[in-house]
């Protein structure tokens, strides 16, 4: 199996494990090649993404999903920037990485790792799309957000703190 690691630089000769959270852990972050979808667009944008699981309600997969499998929803006034951006998608050995959350596709590796090789994304929307994988673009995303976290679905809430302030009543919109 390869795991995958999106980013926006072209020269990464070996990932360093990086401090990250409270724990004082240093790690290696990836994504498996399911989840990949999520992590098409800039590092920074914010973004709800989701799909049907196991558990996931016959109501909930027509309420969020239609026909789609699944869904990664970015704020519109990220969207010029999602279409312009170049990614990088790092394909990684995953002898050294562990899988810390299969519902997200997240594996952590404590060693550096070298990568195996490297494709350029030069078009983020096509990419998503060509996946099979609806795009949704919204005003804000925090009606979806609180919705999504009340269903059945299997979803993931990436780089929130760089999301729009939550509107105010006048100007939520509904789903």
């Given amino acids: 199996m390869i795991v995958r ?3 926006e ?3 990464i000769k070996v990932f360093q494990p990086r401090t990250v959270d409270a724990t004082g852990a240093s790690l290696v972050w990836a994504i498996d090649e399911a989840h990949l979808r999520n ?5 920074n ?16 997969r027509e309420r969020f999903l239609g026909s789609s499998p699944a869904v990664v929803a970015i704020e519109s006034e990220w969207f010029e920037r999602v279409r312009s951006c170049r990614l990088f998608c ?9 899988c810390v959350d299969e519902t997200a596709g997240y594996f952590v590796s404590r060693l ?3 990568p195996l090789g490297v494709e350029v994304v030069d078009d983020a929307v096509s990419a998503i799309l060509q996946r099979g994988v609806e795009l949704r673009i919204l005003p804000d995303l925090w009606s979806l957000r609180e919705a999504v ?6 979803f993931s809430i990436i780089r929130w703190r760089n999301a729009r302030p939550r509107p105010t009543v006048s100007e939520a919109i509904t789903l």
């Fill in 5 to 7: 690691h999106v980013s």
């Fill in 9 to 11: 630089d072209p020269a």
């Fill in 39 to 43: 992590y098409l667009v800039p590092r």
């Fill in 45 to 60: 944008c914010p973004r709800v993404t989701f799909s049907a699981g196991a558990r996931t309600s016959a109501a909930d």
């Fill in 90 to 98: 790092y394909q990684l050995p995953s002898d050294t990485f562990e």
């Fill in 112 to 114: 550096a790792v070298r």
């Fill in 149 to 154: 976290i009340q269903s059945t679905l299997e």
